[in-house]
């Protein structure tokens, strides 16, 4: 029943949310009709920005502030439209930058500050790079399509019964347009049965991720993996597995109407010792949508639901749900938090409810104590 209720109430909350891009304020007034967004960034931001989108010098703006440079793809592409209307129509402190960026929400309609994105995105001159409008929020066990630039600190601990608390820190760091390279490692606690603990260094993992295919138009990007998984763990103390683990895998990301979104992964996990470890085909799909506070401009609100599939060879299938929510903390939206719990749906007596969180940092936007007001 708890199981039941955690999924129904995780939905109906996704299912409720708003898109976060806001509705046209009714301050605003729209430019005359034939203005496109190339004529108003020429005519409101190319003072500062320059007619190139590379920035003005310092001795034209008046002031000294590096400004962004809109052709640089790395810089312009990651993140989401709504995060770009949120600085143009509200001014930079609205995400926690420089004061110099003025509000435009005034004089712009929500149609006029869209039109003149489209055109910034137009300064990135390589169409290969993934819009971050793809770039879903993170579950805890569907990995993203969109390659990233994170570090993510995760625990997790059994509700009741066993004591073990597992920990891992995750790093993730983006190269060229459309590759990622990740490590995984993990820290874990474990009581025995004499009372003791044993502690130390899990199997470290290292992985590589290549987005094949990634469309704002459709809202859907496709990517593909593999893992190896290191018996860099002390197998005695229950600290690893004592072999090498191979796992390919393939990652799938819808964008919704409304600001929801699917996220799926599957793969196969693959012994390199059969006599010690079996294969394990798995599947992931997850389901939510966000809100944001503030007219859409705020901290941000995921609920979100995982429906996890596992079975290895000659056993029996393994289900589970993980209802979770992520919160975002700093002004800037580059550090967030995210609680769960994951519930075993069959196999219950063998397998335990684990309590779930992690703290995430996308390094790339900025230091960890940056962009907070």
Same mark, same amino acid.
């Given at each position: 029943?708890?199981?039941?209720?955690?999924?129904?109430?995780?939905?109906?909350?996704?299912?409720?949310?708003?898109?976060?891009?806001?509705?046209?304020?009714?301050?605003?007034?729209?430019?005359?009709?034939? =203005?496109?967004?190339?004529?108003?960034?020429?005519?409101?931001?190319?003072?500062?920005?320059?007619?190139?989108?590379?920035?003005?010098?310092?001795?034209?703006? *008046?002031?000294?502030?590096?400004?962004?440079? &809109?052709?640089?793809?790395?810089?312009?592409?990651?993140?989401?439209?709504?995060?770009?209307?949120?600085?143009?129509?509200?001014?930079?402190?609205?995400?926690?930058?420089?004061?110099?960026?003025?509000?435009?929400?005034?004089?712009?309609?929500?149609?006029?500050?869209?039109?003149?994105?489209?055109?910034?995105?137009?300064?990135?001159?390589?169409?290969?790079?993934?819009?971050?409008?793809?770039?879903?929020?993170?579950?805890?066990?569907?990995?993203?399509?969109?390659?990233?630039?994170?570090?993510?600190?995760?625990?997790?601990?059994?509700?009741?019964?066993?004591?073990?608390?597992?920990?891992?820190?995750?790093?993730?760091?983006?190269?060229?347009?459309?590759?990622?390279?990740?490590?995984?490692?993990?820290?874990?606690?474990?009581?025995?049965?004499?009372?003791?603990?044993?502690?130390?260094?899990?199997?470290?993992?290292?992985?590589?991720?290549?987005?094949? =295919?990634?469309?704002?138009?459709?809202?859907?990007?496709?990517?593909?993996?593999?893992?190896?998984?290191?018996?860099?763990?002390?197998?005695?103390?229950?600290? *690893?597995?004592?072999?090498?683990?191979?796992?390919?895998?393939?990652?799938?990301?819808?964008?919704?109407?409304?600001?929801?979104?699917?996220?799926?992964?599957?793969?196969?996990?693959?012994?390199?010792?059969?006599?010690?470890?079996?294969?394990?085909? &798995?599947?992931?799909?997850?389901?939510?949508?966000?809100?944001?506070?503030?007219?859409?401009?705020?901290?941000?609100?995921?609920?979100?639901?995982?429906?996890?599939?596992?079975?290895?060879?000659? *056993?029996?299938?393994?289900?589970?749900?993980?209802?979770?929510?992520?919160?975002?903390?700093?002004?800037?939206?580059?550090?967030?938090?995210?609680?769960?719990?994951?519930?075993?749906?069959?196999?219950?007596?063998?397998?335990?409810?684990?309590?779930?969180?992690?703290?995430?940092?996308?390094?790339?936007? *900025?230091?960890?104590?940056?962009?907070?007001?």
């Amino acid at each position: 029943m708890w199981v039941a209720a955690s999924l129904f109430v995780c939905v109906a909350a996704a299912a409720s949310l708003q898109a976060q891009t806001p509705q046209e304020p009714a301050t605003a007034t729209a430019l005359p009709a034939g =203005y496109t967004g190339k004529d108003i960034f020429e005519l409101a931001c190319s003072t500062c920005h320059g007619l190139d989108g590379r920035g003005s010098p310092r001795s034209t703006v *008046g002031f000294d502030l590096e400004l962004p440079d &809109f052709t640089d793809c790395e810089f312009a592409t990651p993140e989401p439209l709504a995060d770009w209307f949120a600085v143009i129509h509200d001014g930079g402190p609205i995400r926690g930058l420089d004061s110099h960026m003025p509000a435009f929400g005034d004089a712009l309609s929500a149609d006029d500050i869209e039109k003149v994105i489209a055109h910034l995105w137009t300064f990135c001159s390589d169409p290969g790079w993934p819009r971050g409008d793809l770039n879903l929020p993170r579950t805890f066990f569907i990995e993203k399509a969109f390659p990233e630039n994170e570090v993510i600190f995760t625990t997790a601990f059994a509700a009741r019964g066993e004591t073990s608390i597992a920990g891992e820190v995750l790093y993730e760091k983006r190269f060229g347009v459309r590759n990622q390279l990740e490590v995984a490692v993990p820290v874990d606690l474990q009581q025995n049965g004499d009372a003791s603990w044993s502690r130390g260094l899990g199997d470290v993992a290292v992985a590589l991720k290549r987005a094949l =295919y990634a469309s704002v138009e459709t809202g859907r990007i496709f990517s593909v993996g593999g893992e190896i998984v290191l018996p860099t763990g002390k197998e005695s103390a229950g600290l *690893g597995r004592g072999f090498t683990m191979y796992e390919p895998f393939a990652l799938f990301g819808q964008v919704l109407p409304r600001g929801m979104f699917l996220q799926a992964q599957a793969g196969i996990e693959i012994p390199s010792d059969h006599e010690k470890g079996n294969n394990e085909v &798995f599947w992931r799909g997850g389901f939510g949508g966000t809100l944001a506070q503030d007219r859409g401009f705020g901290r941000a609100w995921t609920p979100m639901v995982e429906v996890l599939w596992a079975r290895q060879t000659g *056993g029996d299938a393994e289900w589970d749900v993980v209802p979770q929510m992520q919160v975002t903390l700093s002004k800037l939206q580059h550090v967030m938090i995210s609680g769960g719990v994951r519930i075993p749906v069959n196999e219950r007596d063998e397998r335990r409810t684990q309590v779930l969180t992690y703290l995430l940092w996308d390094w790339f936007d *900025g230091g960890f104590f940056e962009f907070w007001r």
